[in-house]
């Protein structure tokens, strides 16, 4: 926390110096807000977007798909072309990401030295979860970042099983980083504008919901091949 509270004064820092303030003033409404960003230097808007999504976290559950695609159209123009704004918004957004998700890890770490939470790791449905999550902890983590799921449960799960930080922040950027960037070329590329996110949103969901249902039905086959016989 002390290492993030050291990036948000360098962040703002930069952000003061080169947003020139001589010549800019603090816009008071989100109008004002929006009116501004579009004439700034990339690098102002870069480190805008950074640190928004470095607050993105389960116990600050803002947007980021809608805020990534927003920062991905040509009217906002963080890049030259296609190529340099996938790149750039795919690896600050998840740098960003990264920073968010480790305060929930160092919260959530903090949280499970109480007593009556910590019993959380003696209950049967921990049990299972963990089993499930030790069968492949750093793809299910990439998945899970790269799935736009609205609650952090897998980040909750390998915090309570003691999962690595080095390898808990690895999965989380290249997951981010697949998620982000796929947005990001999906607006510039096609010029979708706030619906590209929209739609990616819609496309994971269907994924999510069509795996879950092939589970069900993988599971459900044996038992129906038995009652036949």
């Given at each position: 926390m002390a290492f993030y509270a050291l990036l948000l004064a360098a962040a703002g820092t930069?952000?003061?110096?080169?947003?020139?303030?001589?010549?800019?003033?603090?816009p008071r409404t989100w109008a004002q807000f929006e009116a501004a960003l579009p004439p700034a230097s990339p690098a102002v808007k870069l480190i805008v977007f950074g640190i928004y999504i470095s607050l993105c976290c389960t116990f600050c559950p803002l947007p980021t798909s809608t805020v990534v695609a927003?920062?991905?159209?040509?009217?906002?123009?963080?890049?030259?072309?296609?190529?340099?704004?996938?790149?750039?918004?795919?690896?600050?957004?998840?740098?960003?990401?990264?920073?968010?998700?480790?305060?929930?890890?160092?919260?959530?770490?903090?949280?499970?030295?109480?007593?009556?939470?910590?019993?959380?790791?003696?209950?049967?449905?921990?049990?299972?979860?963990?089993?499930?999550?030790?069968r492949s902890p750093f793809f299910l983590l990439v998945l899970f970042n790269v799935l736009p799921i609205p609650v952090g449960v897998l980040r909750m799960l390998a915090t309570i099983a003691r999962y690595g930080r080095v390898p808990f922040a690895a999965a989380n950027f290249i997951g981010r980083f697949v998620r982000y960037a796929a947005i990001a070329y999906v607006t510039y590329r096609w010029d979708l504008g706030w619906s590209a996110a929209a739609a990616l949103l819609a496309l994971g969901g269907v994924m999510v919901i069509g795996r879950a249902i092939a589970a069900i039905v993988k599971r459900t086959r044996?038992?129906?091949?038995?009652?036949?016989?």
């Open positions: 930069c952000l003061w110096a080169l947003a020139e303030p001589a010549r800019w003033t603090m927003a920062v991905a159209t040509r009217e906002f123009a963080v890049g030259t072309g296609l190529g340099d704004t996938v790149l750039l918004i795919g690896a600050v957004g998840a740098g960003a990401s990264t920073v968010a998700n480790l305060n929930d890890y160092h919260l959530f770490t903090l949280i499970l030295r109480l007593r009556n939470v910590a019993r959380v790791r003696d209950t049967r449905i921990y049990r299972i979860a963990a089993r499930w999550f030790d044996p038992v129906q091949g038995s009652e036949a016989a």
